[in-house]
């Protein structure tokens, strides 16, 4: 019989719905049952894609005999970390501060007052390799609950107070200036891997907003070494077995420091910044690979990950069925060589495990293959190949695909909707603009209401209970503001503008100028969340002031503009300190330095091919965070457009920077070095 998750919007919850475990969500009344009831509650936190969760829901929470102790002596409640990311990160922080390393499954035993006062991840269902059984930690949890309560309760109280007295070493509201960007620059250099690509060694991570910083850095101060370390770090991983030969698209991160064999799950948010970062390097270079990457990756997102609602899913998982009724990470992805042979024949099998580099050995488990496409000499057939991959392709989409989450993420939609627009306009694809459409009318639709308030999460067109974080506000507002450029379609800055008010009002601290997490008037926890690392993805923190700085390049709101400079305060203290997790901040950082610079392109139509064509000129200018209004000359949507004539009745574009503007031009190769200069 389903338990008290079977209503839930979340396909990580669902997916718990049926287990003997009588599960509760995150809930007033979870706590209420607790403190009626004097239990402890056990907390787990994971997400739908993560192995080990479903390994230890398979080992542990789908046995009777475990459910049956846990349902005794526990309220044991269950939150998908992508729709709670204020609940996880809090109890991250705890785990981390008590045991030095984090991770999913996340496993924390609570006071019926949500204290913490026993942490874990995953645990076994016997002791293994020094780790206790999960029964044992049950039954350790529960002897101290019953027999030494107060000395919890102490813990728990400590725990709490240590936790609020961990404030976050903010930079003071003034954003970096030269030498913080270039200390940054230094930075990175001392961690790059110069024989490989990308930063630090194993796991090794996309480095995607690192990439946004060094390519702006570039465009601003002309650093080769900037430019040539984000090129490099792109070829490898376009080469590497993290991105999908076949299909397209990224897969988490990478195992080991070469970027062959990846963790499988492939994340909408990975693709949607890998996306539109590899269409910036395109932009910056010309670079034929970051094309073909940046259009594969956009077809890969709508191919796979666009649900019937118009918006985007949430991940793929790692694992999926090997054909005999097994779950095992990668076999959708991976091939021997008789593999190929059985598809290819014999000659064209051995063609592909040349390109590919398949070995009879393998590069990954049981003698089966990452595909890769490792540099070697020698010049292949390039319809050949066309029609090797193609058939690769076919039979692969008749393996059982990997499960996908469903849910849609309004942070992640807003990324998607950026990265997807402009690839489209860079590329000249207009369905993928329109994909991004498709993405915003839903969040518009469905996520906000009728004061502007965001939903964080929907699912099969209903929207979740719980409310936007500040990379919700922060990451849509980001997407809207892509749509209005590209489009032309003032109403997305309106929505951007709705969005970046809720910021300014309920999320920043008046006095500091520092972001929260949470709004203000969210539900407390035992503290309220602040981080300003880009992790995985941008933080809200940094989001949010690149939203902030490009709104208020288009609008000239002075309150955003003040906003965006104080919330780079903590850039400026971090940036020179550890760059690798503020990649985002220091790109925001450089537009801030830059103007950034303000475009303005007006014209009899939108139709108009003169007007097109400083259009496209504007769009595709490398100047760090260039903000860009299209429209006539009597149109009131954009305020950069106002008292902008035509010259002597032809198209014409106007350049900004500093309060300060250039005479305007009708000549697209004049507007290119006005905006390169």
Known sequence: MPNRLAHETSPY???HADNPVDWWPW?????EEARKSGKPVLLSVGYSSCHWCHVMAHESFEDQETADYLNAHFVSVKVD?????DVDAVYMEAVQAATGQGGWPMTVFLTPDAEPFYFGTYFPPAPRQGMPSFRQVLEGVRSAWTDRRDEVADVAGKIVRDLAGREISYGGPQAPGEQELAQALLGLTREYDEQRGGFGGAPKFPPSMVIEFLLRHHARTGAEGALQMAQDTCERMARGGIYDQLGGGFARYSVDRDWVVPHFEKMLYDNALLCRAYAHLWRATGSELARRVALETADFMVRELRTDEGGFASALDADSD????????????VWTPQQLRDVLGDDDAELAARYFGVTEEGTFEHGASVLQLPQQDGLFDAERITSVRQRLLDSRGERPAPGRD??????????????????GAYFDRPDLVEAALGAADLLVRLHLDDHARLARTSKDGRVGANAGVLEDYADVAEGFLALASITGEGVWLDFAGFLLDHVLARFTDEESGALYDTAADAEQLIRRPQDP???????????????LLSYAALTGAEPHRIAAERALGVVKALGPRVPRFIGWGLAVAEANLDGPREVAIVGPSLDDRATKALHRTALLATAPGAVVAVGTPESDEFPLLADRPLQQGEP???????????APTTDPSRLKNALSS
Request: hydrophobic share 45%; aromatic share 8%.
């Open 13 to 15: 919850l669902l997916q």
């Open 27 to 31: 809930s007033a009344e979870a706590f």
């Open 81 to 85: 970390r992508e729709e709670r990311p």
């Open 322 to 333: 090997d054909g005999t009724g097994k779950h095992v990470e990668g076999a959708h992805y």
């Open 406 to 423: 469903d849910k849609i993420v309004a942070a992640w939609n807003g990324l998607a909707v950026a990265a997807l627009a402009e690839t």
């Open 533 to 547: 690392t880009d992790n995985a993805a941008p933080s809200g923190w940094t989001a949010a002031a690149g939203a």
């Open 652 to 662: 014409a574009a106007y350049v900004c920077r500093n309060f300060t503007c250039d």
